[in-house]
Structures are given as structure tokens and as C-alpha cells.
């Protein structure tokens, strides 16, 4: 199994995985989007066993491009490690103060967002295709942190493996709707000759950690384009595919 590591510390392991024709699927572990859900498997107690984190320790959601975040609690482990029924509904966004747990999103495009205060202790992992952005999920997450005790000055956050701007064209009805964002998205839309634009999604995002207070040098965005790079990422706008990446964290 492939991984990209995006923090290894004392206090926190977060990455993503990537795509890996030796692997079944690829290395796709997201159960809500195959059939093959014995492949799946396989691939997870293969990063479950190379991570040595048991899928007990794991918390997963069915996201749905909703706003919707759930703070995870002792009880809620294992929840979508192994099934789809158990996983935390309709949520898009998950959040917990607990140590050695592993909280995570999907995705082959959108943007995947990894949070951690080392003062209040709280990690989050938060699911951002262009929905979940005019729904301003980052800004309500960040929003329902803030108010359970997360300091904005130190906390870290990691974007993921994304569609970025040169590869990520909307037409107008998406056009219209990040327009009705409530602050100036003018300079997130490049609009081309043919009245479509390019969308800097995660510079939407970033907007939206730095409006609660997240300084710009404490967000590290990862270069890799998933549409663009085809040996060891997933893209949905690209294959439409049903393969996903899993861009995790894990408070030690």
C-alpha cells in the first residue's frame, strides 16, 4: 500500500493513500463506492496492518457533500471500518479530542482537509468537492471547533491530493452558486474566453481557514493534482472513477 505522508510527529501521523496497480482496486479503500467490497477489505487490513492500527481504532462517515460534521467519541470506534451500516450518516466532516484514533474522508478530486490543535487536542478530517464548498463546510466545521476549544493560532492543517485550478473547469450554474458565497470568490474564478472559468477550490477553502484565524504558513497544501497525475491518483472528472484516496490523521 501506498502511501503519502503528510505529518509523522510526536503527536500525530496524517496522510493519504494513493493509487497502486499491484494492489486490488488499485489500493481504493472506500467501501460506499464499489461493489467489490471483499477487495476493499483487503486493502484496509493491509494499511491497517502496516499502520499497526487495528480497523477497531478507525472511525469512518458516508458522506453525502453535505455541511455536516460529528465530534467522534470513544464509543463511535470502529464505526464504518468494516461496513457501510455502522458509518456515521450523512456526515462530511468528522472531529474528536480521542487519542489513537483514526478519522479519515474520501475523495478522487475534492478536497480533503486535515486539522490538528496540539492545544486543545482536537484532529478533524473534513470533505470538500465544490457541494461541500458552496455549503461552506470548512467555515461551519471550523466554526463548531472554535467553539469546543480549538486555538486557531496553533493549528495545523494539511490539504491533500486535489483537483486543482488548471484542471478543475465549471460551467455557469457552478459558477453562480460559488458567486453566492458571502465574501469575494473573484479571485478563485479564472473565467475563460468561453464564458466557463477555472475554480481554485482549494483556495476557497484556505479563504475560509483564514477568515477563523488559521494563519496562511500553518496550512500546507499538498502540489499533486489528482486530474493531472495519472500514475498515483484517483479522478473522478478525469475516469469517473469509483476508486477513492483516504486522507487520514491520527492523534498519538
Not at 462530511?92 to 478530486?109: K, P
Not at 457541494?131 to 495545523?156: D, E, F, M
Not at 453562480?176 to 477550490?201: E, K, M, W
Not at 504558513?217 to 491518483?233: F, G, V
Amino acid at each position: 500500500m501506498k502511501l503519502l505522508t503528510l505529518c509523522d510527529d510526536t503527536q500525530l501521523f496524517a496522510a493519504c493513500t494513493l493509487r497502486d496497480p499491484s494492489d486490488p482496486l488499485e489500493g481504493s479503500t472506500a467501501l460506499h463506492t464499489t461493489h467489490d467490497q471483499t477487495a476493499v477489505m483487503q486493502n484496509r487490513q493491509a494499511l491497517s496492518h502496516h499502520l499497526g492500527i487495528p480497523l477497531t481504532d478507525w472511525c469512518l462517515s458516508a458522506q453525502t457533500h453535505s455541511a455536516h460534521a460529528y465530534h467522534v467519541r470513544h464509543a463511535d470506534r470502529g464505526r464504518g471500518a468494516c461496513s457501510m451500516d455502522d458509518a456515521i450518516a450523512d456526515c462530511d466532516a468528522l472531529y474528536t479530542e480521542e487519542r489513537r484514533l483514526l478519522i479519515g474522508v474520501f475523495t478522487a478530486d475534492c478536497v480533503p482537509l486535515l486539522c490538528h490543535d496540539p492545544h486543545s487536542g482536537i484532529i478533524a478530517a473534513i470533505h470538500s468537492g465544490w457541494p461541500g464548498t458552496v455549503k461552506q463546510i470548512t467555515y461551519h466545521t471550523l466554526r463548531t471547533l472554535l467553539a469546543q476549544g480549538l486555538q486557531p493560532g496553533s493549528t495545523r492543517v494539511w490539504i491533500g491530493p486535489c483537483i486543482h485550478t488548471a484542471s478543475f473547469q465549471i460551467r455557469q450554474d457552478v459558477i453562480d452558486q460559488i458567486r453566492a458565497l458571502p465574501f469575494d470568490t473573484a479571485p478563485y474564478l479564472h473565467v475563460q474566453a468561453d464564458g466557463s472559468a477555472l475554480c481554485d477550490n482549494v483556495g476557497l477553502n484556505v479563504h475560509m481557514l483564514q477568515e477563523q484565524g488559521i494563519p496562511r504558513d500553518n496550512i500546507h497544501i499538498c502540489a499533486l493534482d489528482t486530474c493531472a497525475e495519472r500514475t498515483r491518483c484517483f479522478s473522478y472528472r478525469r475516469d469517473h472513477t469509483t476508486q477513492r484516496h483516504l486522507t487520514f490523521l491520527y492523534r498519538k
